[in-house]
């Protein structure tokens, strides 16, 4: 089962609107612990996001006499997300965009925030729980008949054991385990059954 940044995403939202005060801003992200707020108008419509980078001294780009409020400062165009795109897929966004955070929007709206950190929860799941599904994506795929395929999951490492059709079959069997959220590798223990 893919897990989805709806999942993970924070709904417990800070944000500033483009006349906030930066230090109001400034406060807020020291407070809260955070690394940054996107700034919304009234609406909830996203319109740039602040980040401490955009609040230390030194930073590159005009001077700071004269800058006020989280427009002043804010980056835009902003990189969102959907509740509906995966874990992977949002890593890969934050990572191509080289940023720490995006907001997640619902036609415009923001509804939540994902963090790097956030996308780090897939590794969390329990073992049972990555075995169950592994299980469930099998039987579903229905790749797996005619193989008498065991699961075993230990620490997120997948164990794929007993027999199966073909060598293409287990590669397959392999790949699909390979997807569920959670999984660190994946032991291919099987093999091909003796024609008979």
Same mark, same amino acid.
């Given at each position: 089962?893919?897990?989805?940044?709806?999942? +993970?995403?924070?709904?417990? #939202? #800070?944000?500033?609107?483009?006349?906030?005060?930066?230090?109001?801003?400034?406060?807020? %992200?020291?407070?809260?612990?955070?690394?940054?707020?996107?700034?919304?108008?009234?609406?909830?419509?996203?319109?740039? %996001?602040? !980040?401490? !980078? &955009?609040?230390?001294?030194g930073k590159e780009g005009p001077p700071t006499?004269?800058?006020?409020t989280a427009a002043d400062v804010m980056t835009?165009? +902003?990189?969102?997300?959907?509740?509906?795109?995966? %874990?992977?897929?949002?890593?890969?966004?934050? $990572?191509?965009?080289?940023?720490?955070?995006?907001? +997640?929007?619902?036609?415009? $709206?923001?509804?939540?925030?994902?963090?790097?950190?956030?996308?780090?929860?897939?590794?969390?799941?329990? &073992?049972?729980?990555? $075995?169950?599904?592994?299980?469930?994506? #099998?039987?579903?795929?229905?790749? !797996?008949?005619?193989?008498?395929?065991?699961?075993? +999951?230990?620490?997120?490492?997948?164990?794929?054991?007993?027999?199966?059709? &073909?060598?293409?079959?287990?590669? %397959?069997?392999?790949?699909?385990?390979?997807?569920?959220?959670?999984?660190?590798?994946?032991?291919? #223990?099987?093999?091909?059954?003796?024609?008979?």
């Amino acid at each position: 089962m893919k897990m989805r940044v709806g999942d +993970v995403m924070s709904v417990r #939202l #800070l944000c500033a609107h483009p006349d906030t005060p930066l230090q109001e801003v400034a406060r807020t %992200i020291v407070r809260n612990r955070i690394g940054g707020m996107p700034v919304v108008d009234a609406e909830g419509q996203v319109k740039g %996001i602040v !980040s401490e !980078s &955009d609040l230390q001294p030194g930073k590159e780009g005009p001077p700071t006499r004269g800058l006020l409020t989280a427009a002043d400062v804010m980056t835009r165009p +902003v990189i969102t997300l959907s509740e509906e795109d995966t %874990i992977t897929q949002a890593a890969r966004v934050l $990572r191509r965009h080289r940023v720490k955070r995006a907001p +997640v929007v619902r036609e415009g $709206r923001i509804v939540g925030m994902i963090t790097q950190s956030d996308l780090l929860r897939p590794y969390l799941r329990t &073992d049972g729980e990555i $075995r169950a599904d592994v299980e469930e994506v #099998l039987l579903r795929e229905g790749i !797996s008949e005619g193989a008498q395929v065991w699961v075993r +999951v230990h620490a997120g490492v997948v164990m794929l054991d007993g027999t199966v059709r &073909d060598q293409r079959q287990a590669a %397959i069997l392999t790949q699909l385990a390979r997807a569920v959220d959670g999984v660190i590798d994946v032991r291919d #223990l099987m093999r091909v059954a003796e024609p008979v």
